[in-house]
């Protein structure tokens, strides 16, 4: 099986909870490596790298307020 390195950013809207998950397995809040936010457009953005595996759809994203 081979597995990448991978920048992975996600962005919606500003007071948003993000839930990310690779390969299945769920990203800790902890985990995030840069997390910013722009009030004047109301976009909030996570910033991480993760280890991807071959195969369909490795990542998932769920976005709540």
Do not use: Y
């Not at 390969?23 to 936010?37: E, P």
């Amino acid at each position: 099986m081979t597995i990448n390195q991978a920048t992975v950013r996600v962005k919606g809207p500003l007071g948003a909870h993000f839930e990310l998950s690779v390969n299945g397995q769920r990203i800790a809040d902890t985990q995030v490596g840069k997390k910013s936010s722009l009030e004047e457009t109301g976009v909030l953005a996570w910033s991480t790298s993760a280890s991807i595996s071959a195969g369909t759809q490795p990542l998932e994203r769920a976005c709540a307020r």
